[in-house]
């Protein structure tokens, strides 16, 4: 008895180390694809040795420890700005967001060992197994990515859909946000598995006459299910984009935005590139901040002049101006930056009351009330509040546009955060302004773009890892919104990159990080009429009920197979 414990030991801490390496090669592998180093095709089979074990596995601990450690590649990548607030942060980042997953890699074990799938026809068995799985990873990244339920303490940033942005992949998230993009990696990660789990089952001698005829129909399963379930849809969806009449024209309430010869509208990004330790010398000496507000209109000044018959729409980053703005102070900013145009600058304020004024799901409509400390008659809310805010600047003086909505968890806990999108007239035209973390949440810019948004303008500042590939990840979520809303985006950063982003996700201008400049471009036209922006995330609602019946069927009946 004690040799066949033994040998029974010994043969679960193998499976148990097998798991672990695949796990650990496919984490590498996804890190790898979801870095800005163009290995974006990687996504398609990054998690195909961890899939493999998961389909074979029959130990549901055996799956928790693939998935899990499969996820860190995407999770390292996506929370790496959390160490900006302490390394302990990462680190606790790292083992909760991958929870998720583990939790999915062990309920699709004993999925696939339940009595349900015994009782499928065997060539069957790997198509239905597959995409079980794929679903149940689906589900790991879209659920603890939901403010919904989580609130300030939501994960957004374990998706590998993000991989996809410099390939023609990244388009299907006009369709249903990022997470169609997820859907469809997945997929054919998944496939990818199931196929080679089905060619590896050929052995050798006479096995091979026995077994051909039914590893054909597994195989051919698995094919079908890819076409019918990926391919198939992702024609079709191409198709439909490819054909705007056929999603409707824009409704009363719906943005898009279409330059006319000879009005046409520039962006003006202004890169101070200034470290943490000047701002914070300027909150405390006025003499730096008086240096300092001279060198950002210097630098916004620098500028390409636009044409005549232009209007330029001058856009600061997060917290740019050195220091906290009061109402009282409105009139002196407005001095000190009323040649350069309109503009909106990313500023700390505080004792500026909330826009209140409910728009479509939920977003703010602000009518853009210049000088306002929040009376009455402006529709204003009496909540006097400290915020990371964007302020307007244009004709008559300055307007307090919008707090900034996602807060950091723990960096930002003692700021208020706005009460929801906003979208405000400048310039002529209707912007949506977002701050840093705000971008990261596709829902937040689907309802921008509901409520009649021509412009999705991100301020940010990522100066904390302004060495590392943050800046650039975060450049990369802004395209994906720009996708999936059919809108332009200008992403205006204190460090770099800053750039203006085509509705497509395409970059029509950037500047070089770390230095000092601005950057001028004719904002691109954009539609605001996709698929996601009118039905929103309708695959993540599939996948949802699609993979917690799996988890219910996998809690039911899983376990060793009884048939």
């Not at 496919?26 to 979801?34: D, F």
């Not at 995409?131 to 589900?139: G, K, M, Q, R, S």
């Not at 992702?234 to 824009?250: C, H, K």
């Not at 001279?294 to 729409?313: E, K, R, W």
């Amino acid at each position: 008895m004690s040799a066949v414990r033994s040998g029974r030991l010994g043969a679960e801490r193998g499976a148990l180390t097998a798991a672990a390496v695949a796990g650990l090669f496919s984490a590498a592998l996804a890190a790898a694809a979801s870095r800005p180093w163009g290995l974006g095709p990687l996504g398609l089979c990054c998690y195909v040795p961890a899939f493999v074990v998961i389909l074979r596995s029959r130990r549901p601990l055996s799956g928790a420890v693939t998935a899990g450690l499969a996820s860190l590649g995407v999770v390292s990548v996506g929370y790496e700005a959390t160490v900006g607030i302490f390394p302990g942060v990462y680190a606790l980042a790292l083992v909760v967001a991958s929870l998720p997953f583990a939790a999915a890699g062990a309920l699709a074990v004993r999925f696939l060992n339940s009595s349900f799938v015994s009782r499928l026809t065997v060539a069957y068995r790997p198509a239905v197994s597959m995409f079980a799985l794929a679903c149940l990873w689906a589900l790991a990244e879209l659920l603890p990515a939901s403010a919904d339920l989580f609130g300030v303490w939501a994960l957004p940033l374990s998706v590998i859909g993000y991989s996809q942005i410099d390939l023609p992949t990244a388009q299907l998230a006009a369709f249903s946000s990022v997470t169609a993009v997820s859907a469809f990696v997945l997929l054919i990660n998944a496939s990818l598995a199931a196929s080679w789990i089905v060619l590896a089952a050929v052995s050798t001698g006479s096995t091979v006459q026995r077994r051909a005829p039914r590893l054909r129909r597994e195989l051919l399963a698995v094919v079908l299910t890819v076409v019918l379930t990926v391919l198939a849809p992702a024609i079709g969806l191409t198709a439909l984009l490819t054909a705007p009449l056929a999603v409707g024209a824009p409704g009363p309430d719906e943005g898009g935005f279409t330059p006319k010869a000879g009005s046409a509208l520039n962006i003006r990004l202004v890169q101070p590139n200034l470290p943490d330790s000047v701002y914070v010398a300027a909150g405390v000496l006025p003499s730096v901040r008086e240096w300092l507000v001279a060198d950002l209109v210097a630098v916004a000044a620098a500028g390409p002049t636009a044409a005549s018959t232009s209007t330029t729409l001058t856009l600061l980053p997060e917290a740019a101006w050195p220091s906290v703005i009061e109402p009282s102070e409105a009139a002196a900013l407005y001095n000190a930056v009323h040649d350069l145009g309109p503009m909106l600058i990313g500023a700390a304020t505080n004792g500026w009351t909330d826009p209140d004024l409910d728009g479509p799901d939920g977003a703010t409509i602000a009518a853009g009330h210049a000088g306002s400390t929040g009376s009455a008659a402006d529709g204003l809310t009496n909540r006097p509040r400290t915020a990371n805010s964007v302020l307007g600047s244009d004709a008559g003086g300055i307007t307090h546009l919008y707090d900034k909505r996602r807060l950091v968890p723990i960096a930002e806990s003692r700021l208020q955060p706005g009460a929801g999108p906003v979208v405000v007239a400048i310039a002529g035209l209707k912007v949506a302004p977002l701050i840093c973390y705000d971008v990261v949440f596709a829902a937040d810019a689907r309802a921008a773009a509901r409520a009649g948004a021509e412009l999705l303008a991100v301020h940010t500042d990522d100066s904390f890892a302004a060495r590392a590939d943050v800046p650039r990840l975060h450049l990369r979520v802004a395209r994906m919104r720009a996708i999936e809303t059919g809108l332009p985006v200008a992403l205006v950063s204190n460090t770099g990159p800053s750039a203006v982003i085509a509705a497509d996700g395409n970059l029509i201008a950037t500047t070089s990080p770390l230095e000092a400049t601005t950057l001028t471009a004719a904002l691109p036209g954009g539609s605001g009429t996709t698929p996601y922006v009118r039905f929103g995330d309708w695959v993540g609602g599939a996948i949802t009920a699609i993979g917690l019946g799996v988890g219910a069927l996998s809690v039911a009946g899983g376990g060793a197979p009884r048939a």
